[in-house]
């Protein structure tokens, strides 16, 4: 029995022993996953690149777990950059696309072209669409200031797509005196919005004389040149049902419904013992109101005789006849040739020349009122010393 108690005991010992070593053991595993990693661990950052020891996120779904101790601890960074990426790529908002032009080139009339006095003709820009807006054929070119020309208050651009030119034309008149001429206009979009100003300039030359009903003068020999103002007397002014003014030229309805008609004479005393070689109205000093030209023309130029201007034959008699017919207001610019008969009055006693201005269809009424009235009338005559 000593024997057996013994090694009874020494058993128990052993056990004891081994029980020892493995609590020992397991407390010192649990140490070790509580102990944060030291600086010189390879830990992934917020947003940058994972190291290289640490897998990057594959296709294989993670379990619940998993994702929620990524969102905890900052996650894969890679993941993350991307999702930055793609929140600095913002979609271009062309809400805020300007229109926009640059010029091109002059397709006719560069500047400083002569053109003869009161002559008409045709200037085309070629203009590029620069901005980031198609142009759909409903923009404008309007005119916008300086000399006008008769230029309309607006034209058309064409269609054209973003890169693209295209071409604007705009018909002018150019003015009958003597200068150098500048025009400006601008781009409109059908919002309003103005863009790339375009300008035409010319020089319209001191006219040359070119003799006309009279002998052919010598080489050497030119006309001489006078111009001659309206007279204003008895024979000079407004007329109409209701009475007459001496002081002013006018030509419409006036807003009772009465038609106004102009008288204008020109003394030609200064003319006598002359040649005529050429004689020009100049109609083209003027203000206008409410688009008589849309209402009630055309304006009706004709030479006659009337001693007073508030006499009863100064509406419809003394015709001597017919001058020209106007039916644009841009034939206002334009000189109207009176040289026959100025020419036929220099041998008369009493050299007058006078006309009168009136729209044909001054009968209209209220509803048609309108009116133009000339600041100044001149008689432009070259002509031979005898």
Same mark, same amino acid.
């Given at each position: ?81 991307? /999702?930055?990426? &793609?929140?600095?790529?913002? %979609?271009?908002? !062309?809400? +805020?696309?300007?229109?926009? #032009?640059?010029?091109? @080139? ?96 010319? /020089?319209?030359? &001191?006219?040359?004389?070119? %003799?006309?009903? !009279?002998? +052919?003068?010598?080489?050497? #020999?030119?006309?001489? @040149? ?161």
């Amino acid at each position: 029995m000593p024997g057996k108690t013994r090694s009874t005991r020494i058993g128990l010992v052993l056990l004891i022993i081994v029980a020892l070593a493995a609590i020992a053991c397991n407390m010192a595993s649990c140490g070790a996953s509580a102990t944060p990693p030291t600086a010189t661990e390879e830990t992934p950052s917020q947003g940058g690149e994972p190291p290289g020891d640490i897998p990057t996120a594959t296709n294989t779904p993670e379990s619940s777990a998993d994702t929620g101790d990524a969102g905890e601890d900052g996650g894969d960074g890679g993941d993350e950059t991307e /999702v930055e990426e &793609e929140e600095e790529e913002e %979609p271009v908002d !062309t809400s +805020e696309c300007n229109w926009d #032009a640059d010029f091109v @080139s002059d397709v006719t009339i560069p500047d400083d072209t002569e053109i003869a006095p009161g002559a008409t003709f045709v200037k085309t820009w070629r203009i590029k669409n620069s901005g980031c807006q198609n142009w759909p054929g409903s923009a404008i070119m309007v005119f916008d200031h300086g000399d006008r020309m008769g230029s309309p208050d607006w034209v058309a651009i064409p269609a054209a797509n973003v890169g693209m030119n295209a071409d604007v034309s705009v018909n002018l008149t150019a003015p009958t005196t003597p200068g150098t001429y500048q025009g400006y206009f601008q781009c409109q979009s059908p919002d309003g919005i103005r863009f790339c100003q375009v300008y035409v300039q010319i /020089v319209v030359p &001191e006219p040359t004389p070119t %003799p006309t009903n !009279t002998p +052919e003068p010598t080489e050497e #020999a030119e006309p001489e @040149s006078m111009t001659i103002p309206v007279t204003y007397n008895n024979r000079t002014g407004d007329i109409s049902t209701g009475g007459c003014d001496h002081s002013r030229i006018r030509a419409g309805i006036a807003g009772a419904g009465n038609a106004i008609r102009g008288l204008a004479a020109f003394d030609l005393d200064d003319l006598e013992d002359t040649e005529i070689v050429s004689a020009s109205l100049l109609l083209n000093d003027y203000d206008d109101d409410d688009d008589p030209f849309d209402k009630i023309a055309p304006l009706r130029v004709e030479q006659v005789e009337v001693a007073n201007s508030c006499g009863p034959d100064a509406m419809a008699s003394g015709d001597v006849g017919d001058i020209a017919d106007i039916a644009t207001e841009g034939g206002l610019s334009s000189p109207v040739d009176v040289t026959d008969e100025v020419a036929d009055l220099i041998d008369d006693s009493e050299r007058w020349f006078q006309i009168r201005l009136s729209f044909r269809e001054d009968d209209e009424g209220s509803a048609s009122a309108s009116m133009v009235e000339w600041d100044s009338i001149s008689l432009v005559v070259e002509y031979f010393e005898d």
